[in-house]
């Protein structure tokens, strides 16, 4: 970098095009920069007015810049396009399977966080450059600080093996101020998991704040778990595998509803769920069913999903089969 400033110092050179990055162009009084890489990058702030180009365009601007002796560019004002391929999981999004418990499916669901409009703060650095003093009241940031506040339910965007990017899909903050029914766990329950886990008791103390002595507690597996998903793993492909998942469903959406059970599963696996008729006569009213599931597991992961349907709130929820 030292060596890419003394040469702007030497030279006057109003946009610069490197691999350097926009900070040493912005010490040395260049107006533009052009940046170059292997990879698309996300939405980004630059220190001046800027472009990040892939290798093979930069090699187009390098060729033109060596054809002549006066070379001049112009950086346009970005220019918005739409993208076919949205909704997808961003490429530092954290994937599954949750090597700490492999029969509990992660990521649940995912929320927008990419590239979003936020509200920022004045005395923060726009690009986090040394020398840059603009101040705005909005910037465009992307990861959990973003997706987190968009939080809550579902529309799937299928893709090869995404169940582990995706869970249980995109979330819809309308609908889940309303989801009909829910998957109730306390404390409890989540230490009677963690018992299950084998976490040992200092561990346990570090989480709960409590002494607790799992030898004293009727502990759970993690399929026992009230989770809204289920997973099952098998040691290999054509592996024979069975499990039955018992939850319990409690009735927020309408005081008198009736579920009905919808299955959509691969060929090959055969996945029950019983009784496959919910009826609730009141708000706060629960409901338990078992789902279970038999048959051989073809490729490295396998999905299907249960949703609960009264004709007013669909509760999709996630079977996974996967090999480990």
């Known amino acids: 970098m030292v060596e890419m400033l003394q040469i702007l110092k030497q030279v006057s050179i109003k946009i610069y095009l490197g691999s350097e990055g926009a900070a040493e162009a912005l010490r040395a009084g260049a107006v533009g920069v052009l940046t170059q890489g292997h990879k698309f990058m996300d939405a980004t702030s630059f220190p001046l007015p800027g472009c990040y180009l892939q290798s093979n365009d930069a090699a187009n601007i390098h060729k033109y810049i060596h054809s002549t002796r006066t070379p001049t560019a112009t950086i346009y004002k970005t220019t918005e396009f739409k993208d076919n391929l949205a909704p997808m999981v961003a490429s530092f999004s ?3 399977p949750n090597n700490a418990t492999l029969e509990i499916l992660k990521p649940d669901l995912i929320a927008p966080g990419v590239n979003i409009i936020a509200s920022w703060s004045p005395i923060s650095p ?25 939080v809550t339910a579902k529309q799937i965007s299928p893709d090869n093996h995404a169940e582990f990017a995706y869970g249980a899909g995109q979330i819809d903050p309308i609908k ?38 799992c030898s004293e507690i009727a502990y759970t597996t993690a399929r026992d778990l009230n989770y809204p998903s289920f997973a099952l793993k098998a040691p290999h492909p054509n592996h024979y595998i069975s499990g039955s998942f018992r939850r319990t469903v409690t009735n927020v959406g309408s005081p008198n509803s009736t579920y009905i059970a919808i299955l959509i599963v691969s060929k090959g696996l055969n996945i029950s769920v019983n009784p496959d008729v919910l009826y609730f006569t009141s708000l706060g009213e629960k409901q ?22 009264d004709g007013k709130f669909q509760k999709k929820e996630m079977v996974l089969l996967y090999i480990t």
């Open 126 to 150: 726009i690009s986090h450059t040394s020398g840059e003093n603009r101040k705005l009241e909005f910037n465009i940031v992307s990861g959990t600080s973003m997706s987190c506040p968009h």
């Open 176 to 213: 889940a101020l309303n989801p009909g029914l829910v998957y109730e766990a306390n404390e409890v329950d989540y230490i009677r998991f963690l018992c299950g886990q084998d976490f040992n008791a200092l561990t346990l103390q570090l989480i709960t704040g409590d002494k607790i002595i």
């Open 94 to 96: 954290s994937r599954g």
């Open 288 to 309: 338990t069913y078992v789902l279970t599931i038999n048959g051989k597991i073809k490729k490295s992961i396998e999905s299907a999903s249960l949703i609960w349907d």
